[in-house]
Nanobody, 121 residues
Framework: VQLQASGGGLVQPGGSLRLSCAAS????????VAWFRQPPGKERERVAC????????YGTDSMKARFTVSRDNAKNTVYLKINSLIPEDTADYYC???????????????WGQGTQVTVSS
């Protein structure tokens, strides 16, 4: 049973990335999936969350404007698209799943390993 986050990398400011969170060993049906990030030297924060019925929440208005969380239950995968990347988006990004009907801050049942996003020219 695991979540596998991928898609990070080095991106120039203004660019875009799509992160993926693939589940194996269990199905994401009935799970909310959240993306968190932890910038260097800072605390982890939740950036987006999606319910089984595709309801979405975002951490801040700025994230809502540039981040899009989506899911493909047929592929057992959740995505996070980040547009107009800025240096402040530099962080390790993690996905987590919880068997709940609504998005929560905590706790989460499963966590993926981080995928690093670096925004720099």
């Amino acid at each position: 049973v695991q979540l596998q986050a991928s898609g990070g990398g080095l991106v120039q400011p203004g660019g875009s990335l799509r992160l993926s969170c693939a589940a194996s060993g269990f199905t994401l049906d009935y799970y909310v999936v959240a993306w968190f990030r932890q910038p260097p030297g800072k605390e982890r924060e939740r950036v987006a969350c999606i319910t089984d019925s595709h309801g979405t929440t975002y951490g801040t208005d700025s994230m809502k404007a540039r981040f899009t969380v989506s899911r493909d239950n047929a592929k057992n995968t959740v995505y996070l698209k980040i547009n107009s990347l800025i240096p402040e988006d530099t962080a390790d990004y993690y996905c987590a799943a919880a068997k709940r009907p609504v998005c929560v801050i905590a706790p989460y049942d499963y966590w993926g390993q981080g995928t690093q996003v670096t925004v720099s020219s």
